[in-house]
């Protein structure tokens, strides 16, 4: 259960809020409806009960607000917009690490795929699908982890009638289990025909919150849509009629030559037009909603096709008033012309005209090709326990044929996860997301051959001592072209969070976790690791290939050198990790470690050797007094190693960055936690 309390957004400059104290409540086992035109507030709301934007109110999800659950992800299910995530990773790949990261068994990603019908698609592409596969692969997000709560805004923008009605069957499926569903929509047909309550939105304000049945007696009518030179004329002649024949029918002038009429049929109102000899451009049985201005984005003109309107961009409002414009609806049943002058009795009265019939009224819930068969849980997409079961034999359609379609397949069954996450989920996470996509290999591949060809090269120029003809690092480059791969595929590790946001499927933000920051240093670790010894090996390799064995001999004091070189890969790597999860951006991770030998170094090298009244003469020497005896076991001698490391001005400088970023990254982080 859903309930929202005073939701409002924060004052923009001059204007007024976007949402201003909505509340409403969204029950379990039912589906609820957030509609409103488009900038109504209806993202706005969604993003306020997330907690994604700044502003006032609360709500609670099964009685705690969402900063009180331990995992989100577990208890409420959102889907803003596209699937997040990066487009080069395959389906079933995106939600293998979505499993690891809600901390769910892998198999649940095949559960899921078929219960979407993405089976066949899971080995595609992200970037590939089309936009209902997407919102497919997208409820198969929110579904991973079993959430009781779904979040959806606008979850059937864009899809066909087959897929919308595939989407909202999933939907209902889900509420008879027992789960509480809450989409946004801006038609409200859909609406009505798929919710079982509707909260409706006016410019940032809740102006109805009814049951599905109020709502399409109370804001959805069907009305007759007229175009005619003489409106005027017509709605009088009209009113006139209806005070005559004491019928109820409300006669609306939009402006100009339009009118809309409500409880009057297309028969009547050309039978009188025809007998006092109007021209009719247009009459058309309409249903939508109604309200001041809704009419306003229509296109003007006497084409039938001129006066559609786009899907979704339909104000809703309170009831209308004699003077209010009523929209037209996008689905219309096909106009005809009535041209009372051609025809040759057309001036005289006629006692006994013939009967004009334009077709019957569509009520929401009359539309064959838009409905589908319930779920295989037994409960009619209605929600009412009077609405015809599935398995019944429907009534043929007296318009058009009906339109079966397939039958759902049955949700994925629940799941039962541990109540803590443990400690190796980042990291199945973080293994999962850098060996989803092929960047990482291409790095390393580019590296690699760069290095080798460096290595060539200074060995045909000479006068590059060997440890540097090993590394492939010039006296002219600042860092060596491995150590410029660690530290992109550093800044890719948290970057690509950003850019392609894979932990945002659960609250639209990258999580600042200080389990995940130590998962994404240790595979950068490893991976940069990897990547210095393969450089030393191919570049030895190469020489060996291309000069012979003498310049690829290993110098005699390989092990400071090799502590040294894996330092410098490693704190490069490392650099890009903290850089981009501070700046949240990859360029600026990667510029993070070009910083480092370019101008943290010469600063350090000038305060370290620059004039001064008292030097720290020997330093080392009381340092190793003071701290070596006390290693057992030899352990001095590796100690020994890490402080040439850290004294030569490249490690010294890399340390203090590391040391400057990681306090940035611990600030940022405490300071969101308290936020």
Same mark, same amino acid.
């Given at each position: ?38 900038? =109504? ?553 070009? =910083? ?80």
């Amino acid at each position: 259960m859903i309930q929202a309390f005073g939701l409002t957004s924060n004052p923009r400059k001059e204007l007024p809020p976007a949402v201003d104290d909505v509340s409403f409540e969204a029950r379990a086992g039912r589906i609820t409806a957030l509609l409103g035109a488009p900038g =109504a507030g209806k993202t706005t709301v969604l993003r306020l009960m997330l907690e994604l934007q700044q502003g006032r109110g609360i709500t609670h999800f099964r009685g705690r607000p969402l900063h009180r659950i331990a995992h989100p992800s577990r208890e409420v299910g959102v889907l803003l917009g596209d699937v997040p995530g990066h487009p080069a990773r395959t389906v079933r790949g995106h939600l293998r690490m979505l499993c690891a990261a809600a901390g769910v068994p892998v198999r649940r990603a095949d559960e899921v795929l078929e219960a979407v019908g993405l089976v066949s698609l899971r080995e595609e592409r992200l970037g590939t699908l089309s936009r209902g596969m997407d919102r497919r692969l997208g409820l198969a997000c929110v579904l991973l982890a079993d959430p009781h709560t779904l979040v959806l805004d606008a979850p059937a923008d864009g899809l066909s009638t087959r897929e919308g009605a595939w989407l909202h069957g999933t939907l209902r499926a889900h509420a008879a289990q027992g789960g509480t569903v809450l989409f946004t929509t801006s038609d409200p047909k859909e609406a009505a025909r798929t919710a079982d309550r509707v909260a409706t939105l006016e410019q940032g304000r809740l102006v109805a919150d009814q049951e599905a049945a109020e709502f399409s007696r109370t804001r959805l009518r069907p009305r007759v849509a007229v175009r005619s030179p003489h409106a005027a004329r017509l709605a009088v002649l009209l009113a006139k009629q209806a005070r005559t024949a004491q019928l109820s029918v409300e006669v609306v002038r939009e402006g100009g030559n339009r009118l809309s009429v409500y409880g009057g049929t297309c028969a009547d109102i050309g039978e009188i037009a025809f007998r006092h000899g109007i021209v009719v451009h247009q009459l058309a049985d309409e249903i939508g909603d109604m309200g001041p201005g809704a009419g306003r984005d229509r296109a003007s003109g006497p084409s039938c096709d001129r006066h559609r309107v786009e899907a979704g961009r339909i104000p809703v409002t309170r009831e209308p008033s004699p003077s209010s414009e009523a929209p037209t609806d996008p689905t219309v049943e096909p106009c005809s012309t009535l041209d009372p002058e051609s025809h040759p009795d057309a001036p005289k009265p006629v006692t006994d005209p013939p009967s004009l019939s334009f077709g019957q009224p569509q009520l929401p819930d009359a539309e064959p090709d838009e409905l589908s068969d319930a779920p295989s849980t037994g409960r009619p997409r209605g929600g009412s326990p009077a609405a015809t079961a599935p398995s019944q034999p429907r009534p043929p359609a007296r318009a058009r044929s009906v339109r079966t379609l397939d039958a759902l397949p049955p949700l994925p069954p629940p799941i039962s996860v541990r109540p803590a996450p443990s400690p190796l989920r980042p990291l199945r996470y973080e293994i999962r997301r850098a060996a989803g996509i092929g960047t990482g290999f291409l790095t390393g591949a580019v590296t690699l051959a760069v290095s080798a060809m460096i290595a060539v090269v200074l060995a045909r120029i000479g006068h590059t001592p060997q440890p540097r003809l090993l590394a492939a690092w010039p006296q002219e480059l600042p860092l060596p072209p491995a150590a410029l791969g660690a530290g992109l595929l550093g800044a890719l590790a948290f970057g690509d969070e950003f850019r392609h946001p894979a932990l945002a499927a659960d609250r639209g933000t990258v999580p600042r976790r200080l389990a995940l920051l130590a998962a994404k240093l240790l595979v950068s670790s490893a991976t940069a690791l990897v990547l210095a010894v393969l450089t030393v090996g191919c570049d030895a390799e190469a020489l060996y290939l291309v000069y012979g064995r003498e310049l690829a001999q290993v110098p005699t004091d390989w092990l400071p050198l090799g502590a040294g070189w894996i330092g410098l890969v490693v704190g490069c790597a490392w650099a890009g990790v903290l850089a981009a999860g501070v700046f949240r951006s990859t360029t600026a991770g990667l510029a993070a470690v070009g =910083a480092v030998p370019l101008l943290v170094v010469p600063v350090v090298h000038k305060l370290v050797n620059g004039p001064s009244v008292r030097t720290a003469a020997g330093l080392p020497m009381r340092l190793r007094e003071a701290l070596l005896p006390r290693w057992p076991f030899g352990g001095e001698r590796y100690l020994e190693a890490a402080l040439k490391v850290i004294s030569q001005p490249v490690g010294g400088a890399l340390t203090l960055s590391l040391t400057a970023l990681l306090c940035a990254y611990l600030l940022t982080t405490l300071r969101s936690r308290f936020r």
